[in-house]
């Protein structure tokens, strides 16, 4: 997430809310370019496994990255209401594969914390920036850059034409 990760009280910070299985992340809505429904997708070979190919978005070639492969959790018996999320990354576009999308909401700084030492989180902390509390749900925020390590990002780079 941009320029979001420092709060000051009383600040907010708009979030693109989704779900992978049960659990619902967020993306800071600045990163988030577009929502699309699922598309044909084109395998890539020698892709990283979480990599679940490329679309044609308008002309452009997008990579489209499974979380829930990125984050060792499950494939989805249910694909009906997946989605992929357009994110801007690295002054390029990348998708991700979501179960689906909830809502577009705000959340003030009171709502947020950084994440907890030991996240009980069914993938891994390093990324994730924090946790916001809403109503009496937790939404766990991601961190765009930490998506990919500096390798992954070279692979990805190079499916591009």
Not at 31 to 42: L, N, P
Not at 119 to 143: F, H, M, P, T
Request: hydrophobic content about 40%.
């Amino acid at each position: 997430m941009k320029n979001t990760k420092k709060t000051s009280a009383r600040q907010e910070i708009q979030v693109v809310g989704f779900y992978i299985g049960t659990d619902e992340y967020a993306l800071g809505i600045s990163d988030v370019r577009e929502i699309v429904a699922m598309t044909d997708i084109r395998k890539v070979p020698k892709a990283p496994k979480f990599v679940e190919g490329v679309i044609n978005l308008r002309g452009k070639i997008v990579p489209i990255l499974d979380l829930r492969k990125r984050f060792d959790i499950t494939p989805a018996a249910e694909m009906s209401q997946a989605k992929i999320l357009i994110i801007e990354f690295h002054s390029n576009l990348l998708g991700m594969i979501v179960d689906n999308v909830s809502e577009v909401f705000k959340l003030s700084s009171d709502q947020l914390e950084r994440t907890p030492p030991i996240l009980g989180s069914a993938i891994d902390s390093q990324y994730i920036w924090g946790v916001g509390k809403v109503e009496n749900r937790l939404v766990i925020l991601l961190d765009t850059e930490k998506l990919l390590s500096f390798e992954e990002k070279n692979q990805l780079a190079s499916m591009r034409p």
